[in-house]
């Protein structure tokens, strides 16, 4: 069992930056790739980006060059950092936790949720 608790979301201007981190528990945490997927209202749940547990990441096209992921397993915690923030980047981001090799952008394939964290960026 694995549970996940986002931090760090809020509101921020166009241009501004973020860092979202989502805390595990559990003793198996450096063996789960890692996801965020974010929300927004009246849309469907979008991967945002993935990271193996070997550090491999991966990016959904709209946010490559201005997010980063990236964990610590010594503290079981996966960070999203979110630069040069767009309107669209509006929603409410989760992390989640996959037994998998490589990294799902399918949120089907995910174990375990946190609850989310709302991103909001003002025009």
């Known amino acids: 069992q694995v549970q996940l608790v986002e931090s760090g979301g809020g509101l921020v201007q166009t241009g501004g930056s973020l860092r979202l981190s989502c805390a595990a528990s559990?003793?198996?945490?450096?063996?789960?790739?890692m996801g965020w997927f974010r929300q927004a209202p009246g849309k469907e749940r979008e991967f945002v980006a993935g990271i193996s547990w070997t550090g491999g990441t991966y990016y959904t096209d709209s946010v490559k060059g201005r997010f980063t992921i990236s964990r610590d397993n010594a503290k079981n915690t996966v960070y999203l950092q979110m630069n040069s923030l767009k309107p669209e980047d509006t929603a409410v981001y989760s992390c989640?936790?996959?037994?998998?090799?490589?990294?799902?952008?399918?949120?089907?394939?995910?174990?375990?949720w946190g609850q989310g964290t709302q991103v909001t960026v003002s025009s």
């Open positions: 989640a936790a996959a037994g998998s090799v490589l990294i799902p952008t399918i949120s089907n394939a995910y174990d375990y």
């Open positions: 559990g003793r198996t945490f450096s063996s789960y790739c």
